[in-house]
């Protein structure tokens, strides 16, 4: 029987190409997006255009309401989005504990499907310095997860795999291009419009057409 695999699925280049990897390696997968109460939810149409795309099993987005909490720039409009550049340091786009949220609820559905794998787009090289981001993290929650887990406690080991960790933008770019990815669905802009187009100037933005040219490829991102 082929193997079920939960996928978060932002919407974004990576999440996106993070899809692509799972389902070429032969897994069906269900994509997980979530409604977090943040600034770009342009991402969130993004997601559907691509699990569509890419033959997702299903797509579900859930709701949660993180801007109850702030603490972003994401998720509260009282935070600008930095516009200067990727500095050093932990930026205020970070969300507060945001991968383990969603990891957390991609584990309690990945046990009621049955599913041994979790992919998550994570990436710790050209990234924006976020902590729920490094190898070490993942390598912490999968063994939380098969501590605190009916499955993991009775041997069926669930595995957290993050294809993108080590990988430079560029080198993740050539990698979905090769397996089909269109990236023209995409949107990974911090403060993408409600058409999805970009601001050209975020981190998140930065890191994408940096990727993309050092890459040779062409950039099918829409600014504004």
Not at 106 to 114: K, N, P, S, Y
Not at 198 to 220: N, W
């Amino acid at each position: 029987m082929t193997q079920k695999a939960i996928v978060l699925l932002s919407g974004g280049l990576d999440s996106a190409t993070t899809l692509a990897i799972a389902g070429a390696a032969g897994f069906a997968c269900h994509c997980l997006s979530f409604d977090y109460g943040q600034r770009h939810r342009a991402e969130l149409a993004a997601a559907a255009r691509v699990a569509a795309a890419l033959g997702a099993v299903e797509h579900r987005v859930l709701k949660l309401d993180l801007a109850q909490f702030g603490g972003s720039a994401l998720t509260d409009t009282a935070i600008d989005v930095p516009v200067a550049g990727v500095q050093p340091g932990i930026p205020v786009t970070y969300v507060p504990a945001r991968n383990t949220i969603m990891l957390s609820l991609a584990l309690a559905w990945a046990e009621v499907l049955g599913a041994r794998a979790i992919f998550v787009g994570v990436n710790a090289v050209d990234y924006s310095g976020y902590p729920d981001c490094r190898p070490e993290y993942i390598a912490a929650f999968e063994a939380m997860a098969n501590l605190a887990t009916k499955a993991g406690v009775e041997g069926q080991r669930l595995a957290i795999h993050a294809p993108l960790i080590d990988l430079p933008k560029a080198d993740i770019i050539r990698r979905g291009a090769a397996l089909g990815v269109d990236y023209g669905l995409t949107v990974s802009c911090y403060q993408a419009d409600d058409d999805g187009r970009a601001c050209g100037v975020c981190d998140s933005c930065r890191l994408r057409r940096e990727g993309f040219a050092a890459a040779g490829v062409a950039d099918p991102t829409r600014y504004r």
